[in-house]
T-cell receptor, first 114, second 110 residues
Framework: DAKTTQPPSMDCAEGRAANLPCNHSTISGNEYVYWYRQIHSQGPQYIIHGLKNNETNEMASLIITEDRKSSTLILPHATLRDTAVYYCIVRASLSNFGNEKLTFGTGTRLTIIP | DVKVTQSSRYLVKRTGEKVFLECVQDMDHENMFWYRQDPGLGLRLIYFSYDVKMKEKGDIPEGYSVSREKKERFSLILESASTNQTSMYLC?????????FGSGTRLTVV
């Protein structure tokens, strides 16, 4: 399984873009990058995922480098409600049936400063 | 919206008790998962299931078992609860990494 490395914490001013980095230098060609976030006392929430192209949805943008060894999650206009722990995950296949599991690390604690 | 419902938000059990944590999802997903979350350790996968009556061990299965008799329900069983199983337990369902999590059960074993 490809492992991910994220900074333990980051701050961002409200209204600014929050850029959360993730290193996954051992990622395989068929492994996707997923981002989840966990707001205090809640279960994790899916944000976005991608394989090699950049992706955007209503919550965020995902930029994956050409060599796929790192990625950045961008929250374009951070609000106080974006304060959470953000997890970068590489999806791994497990078992002969090709089913998958998500392995969470400890993530990045993002604090939005008013 | 997909709903994943965990039967209890808070639970207090005694050491040695058999504990059942229930999880129900309403979107006909094949895959269901049980994680535990502890401060400084992130989420760790205990067991997962990709079909009825099928199960696979995750990273920390010791001391736990699971049951999946129906597609919508995935139960986590602590055969003999111990204090080191005090934790937040999170259930998830989904496919292809797009998982929906329940709100969690905070279990305290005394």
């Amino acid at each position: 399984d490809a492992k991910t490395t994220q900074p333990p914490s980051m701050d961002c001013a409200e209204g600014r873009a929050a850029n959360l980095p993730c290193n996954h230098s051992t990622i395989s060609g068929n492994e996707y990058v997923y981002w989840y976030r966990q707001i205090h006392s809640q279960g994790p929430q899916y944000i976005i995922h991608g394989l090699k192209n950049n992706e955007t949805n209503e919550m965020a943008s995902l930029i994956i480098t050409e060599d796929r060894k790192s990625s950045t999650l961008i929250l374009p206009h951070a609000t106080l409600r974006d304060t959470a722990v953000y997890y970068c995950i590489v999806r791994a296949s497990l078992s002969n049936f090709g089913n998958e599991k998500l392995t969470f690390g400890t993530g990045t604690r993002l604090t939005i400063i008013p | 919206d997909v709903k994943v419902t965990q039967s209890s938000r808070y639970l207090v059990k005694r050491t040695g008790e058999k504990v059942f944590l229930e999880c129900v999802q309403d979107m006909d997903h094949e895959n269901m998962f049980w994680y535990r979350q502890d401060p400084g350790l992130g989420l760790r996968l205990i067991y997962f299931s990709y079909d009825v009556k099928m199960k696979e061990k995750g990273d920390i299965p010791e001391g736990y078992s699971v049951s999946r008799e129906k597609k919508e329900r995935f139960s986590l069983i602590l055969e003999s609860a111990s204090t080191n199983q005090t934790s937040m337990y999170l259930c998830a369902s989904g496919a292809r990494g797009g998982y929906t999590f329940g709100s969690g059960t905070r279990l305290t074993v005394v």
